[in-house]
C-alpha cells in the first residue's frame, strides 16, 4: 500500500514539474460505461418534423466508439428510420421523448443489411423484406428504458378501408358455406389491408438479432405496423413494465415475439394488438407474469417451447391461449395458472373461433415422427368464453400428458347475427393438412379432444346458458383416445340438455370419477367403442359397472 502512494506522489510531482512526455502527461480518456451521449448535441431536432435518423445514429456510433454508455433522449418528438444499436448501449428515453417513426418506407433499410431473411423463427423481422426503427445484432449488454414513447406510427402503412383476407381456407366446409367468406372481409373487426400486401410498411419495431444480456423496461410502444418488440435468438433478457398500445385492425402487430430464445422474464406488462399479445417459438426457460393482454387473435401463441411458466395473467381475446406444432421440436414441461379471461367469437380473418385454450398438432411426414405437445398444465384458469376448449393431436403425433385443474369454464352466447355469420366451426389453420381442415363444420363442447394421450380433468366446472345457438353440445366430447380420466367434473344447466354430459368414442383406459350434471342430463355418458373402463363410483349417474 505504501509502494502505491509513493508511486502516485511521484508521478504527480513529475507531471507538475513536466519532466514526464507529453502523452503521458496527457492520458487518453478510459471509456465510461457511465457516459451520456445527449442526442441533442450530435444534431436531433426533436421538433416532430425533421428526420432525425443520421443524428441519432451518430450518437449511437460515438457510444460505440467510446465503449459503452447511455444514449438520452430529452423530451421531444424525434423522426426517424432505421437505428443500428451497438453493444454496452442503453437508450434513455425520458418522459416527455417520443421516438416517432418516418412514414416514408425509403427511410428505412432492407433487412438484408442486417442478414435479415424471411425465413419463420429463423431470421425473419416480420412480414416483408424491411428492418424497422430499432435493430440490435450480434451484440451485448443493451437496455432500452425510461417513461418515453417509441410510436412506428402503423396507421400510416395501412389500407383502412380495405378487409385483409386470404385463401387459406374453403368456406364450402363452413357450416355457413359461402356465407362465412364475406363474413370474413370485416372492417369493424379487422384486419385491415396492408399498402403494397406488406412490402409497403417497415419490419419489426424493435428487433433483437442474436444479442445476449437485453433489458426493455417502463417503455410505452404503440402503433406497431408490424411485430412490435421481437427477440431473435436471445441469450438472457427482461422485459418489464411495458405498455404496448397498437391498432386492433392491424395484422402481424404481436406484442412480445420470442423464437429461439433461452432465459426470458417478461413481467408487469399490458399489451394490446390486433394480432397476438406474446408469439413464443422453440424457445426455453420463459417466465410471463402479471400481465393484462387484449387481442383480436391469441393471447399467449406457443410453438416447440420447453420449460415455461405463465401465470396471473387477464386475457380478453379471440383465442386465449394457443399451443400449436407444425414439424419437428416439442412443447414439453409448460404451466399456465392463475388465469382469468374472456374469448369472444369474432369475423374477421383473425385464426381463432373463441377458444379460451387450443392445442393443435399437425399430422407428421414421412419416416419417424419427432416432436408433439406434452407435459402441460392448466391449474386456477376462469374462462368466460364464446366457444370451448379445443384439442387436436394426430395418429402418429398425438397431445400427451396434458392436465387441467380447477377449471371453470362458463359458456356465453355469441352476439346472434355473429354466432348466425362464423359460430359453429373449428378453425385448425396453421396445422391443418388441407382445405378440408382449415375451417369447418362441427358442433362445440366445452372440452373437445381427439388423438390425446393421458388427459386428466380435475374439478371442472362447466356452466351453460339459457339461449344458446343450436350448435353447442356437452360439456366433453373426446375421440381416439387413451388413458383419460375425469375426476369432479361439475356441469351446470338451466335445463336439462339433449346432448350427453360427456361422448366418448374410440378410446381405451377410461376413468370418470366424483362427477355429476344438474340439473341430471337424460344421458350423461355415452360411450362407443371404449374399452377399459374402470369402476368409478356412484355418485356418477349413467356409469356403466
Known amino acids: 500500500m505504501q509502494l502505491n502512494r509513493t508511486a502516485k506522489r511521484c508521478t504527480f510531482f513529475l507531471l507538475a514539474v513536466g519532466l514526464l512526455p507529453a502523452a503521458m502527461a496527457q492520458p487518453q480518456p478510459v471509456p465510461s460505461p457511465h457516459a451520456i451521449f445527449n442526442v441533442r448535441e450530435y444534431g436531433a431536432r426533436g421538433d416532430g418534423e425533421t428526420l432525425d435518423t443520421v443524428a441519432i445514429q451518430n450518437a449511437l456510433r460515438a457510444c460505440a466508439d467510446a465503449g459503452g454508455g447511455t444514449v438520452l433522449f430529452p423530451p421531444g418528438k424525434y423522426v426517424t428510420g432505421t437505428l443500428e444499436v451497438f453493444s454496452n448501449t442503453t437508450l434513455d428515453l425520458s418522459a416527455g421523448a417520443i421516438l416517432e417513426g418516418s ?92 399498402k403494397g400486401h406488406g412490402e409497403g410498411r417497415p419490419g419489426t419495431l424493435i428487433l433483437f438479432f442474436h444479442v445476449n444480456n437485453v433489458l426493455v423496461q417502463d417503455l410505452t410502444l404503440r402503433n406497431a405496423p408490424n411485430w412490435t418488440l421481437h427477440l431473435q435468438s436471445v441469450e438472457r433478457a427482461d ?63 406457443l410453438e416447440s417451447t420447453r420449460l415455461a411458466t405463465f401465470q396471473g395473467l387477464t386475457i380478453q381475446s379471440n383465442r386465449g391461449i394457443g399451443i400449436f406444432h407444425r414439424g419437428p421440436g416439442r412443447t414439453d414441461s409448460v404451466l399456465f395458472s392463475g388465469i382469468a379471461m374472456h374469448t369472444t367469437l369474432i369475423p374477421g380473418h383473425w385464426w381463432g373461433k373463441a377458444e379460451p385454450i387450443y392445442v393443435a398438432v399437425s399430422p407428421c411426414r414421412g419416416g419417424a415422427c419427432a416432436g408433439g405437445v406434452s407435459n402441460v398444465r392448466f391449474s386456477n384458469i376462469e374462462a368466460d368464453a364464446e366457444a370451448g376448449v379445443v384439442i387436436v393431436g394426430a395418429s402418429r403425433s398425438a397431445v400427451s400428458g396434458l392436465v387441467f385443474d380447477n377449471v371453470r369454464i362458463r359458456i356465453h352466447a355469441p352476439k346472434p347475427e355473429i354466432a348466425a355469420a362464423v359460430g359453429g366451426n373449428f378453425d385448425l389453420r396453421w396445422t391443418a393438412t388441407s382445405m378440408k381442415d382449415a375451417i369447418f363444420k362441427h358442433d362445440v363442447p366445452a372440452f373437445y379432444c381427439r388423438s390425446v394421450r393421458d388427459l386428466t380433468l380435475r374439478n371442472v366446472d362447466v356452466s351453460w346458458p339459457a339461449g344458446l345457438p343450436d350448435y353447442f353440445a356437452g360439456s366433453v366430447e373426446c375421440e381416439d383416445f387413451r388413458d383419460l380420466r375425469i375426476e369432479g367434473l361439475q356441469e351446470m344447466r338451466v335445463a336439462p340438455s339433449k346432448n350427453a354430459s360427456i361422448t366418448l368414442r374410440r378410446g381405451s383406459g377410461l376413468t370418470v370419477r366424483n362427477s355429476v350434471a344438474v340439473p341430471a342430463s337424460k344421458n350423461f355418458l355415452l360411450l362407443e367403442k371404449v374399452t377399459g373402463v374402470h369402476p368409478t363410483g356412484a355418485e356418477t349417474p349413467g356409469i356403466p359397472r
Open 239 to 301: 422485459i418489464r413494465g411495458l405498455h404496448i398500445l397498437n391498432n386492433l385492425l392491424i395484422p402481424n402487430n404481436d406484442g412480445i415475439d420470442c423464437m429461439d430464445c433461452h432465459n426470458v422474464h417478461i413481467s408487469d406488462c399490458d399489451i394490446q394488438a390486433g394480432d397476438d399479445d406474446f408469439a413464443i417459438v422453440d424457445s426455453e426457460g420463459i417466465q410471463v407474469s402479471n400481465c393484462s393482454l387484449l387481442s383480436r387473435s391469441a393471447a399467449i401463441r
Open 103 to 194: 412514414t416514408d418506407i425509403h427511410d428505412y433499410r432492407p433487412g438484408k443489411d442486417f442478414g435479415l431473411g424471411q425465413n419463420y423463427g429463423v431470421d425473419s423481422s416480420g412480414e416483408g423484406t424491411l428492418a424497422g426503427m430499432i435493430v440490435v445484432r450480434n451484440a451485448e449488454n443493451i437496455s432500452i428504458t425510461g417513461r418515453g414513447i417509441i410510436d412506428g406510427r402503423g396507421d400510416e402503412f395501412m389500407d383502412l378501408a380495405v378487409p385483409h383476407v386470404a385463401a387459406d381456407f374453403d368456406p364450402q366446409y363452413t357450416r355457413q358455406g359461402d356465407a362465412f367468406r364475406s363474413s370474413s372481409a370485416s372492417l369493424e373487426y379487422g384486419p385491415v389491408e396492408p
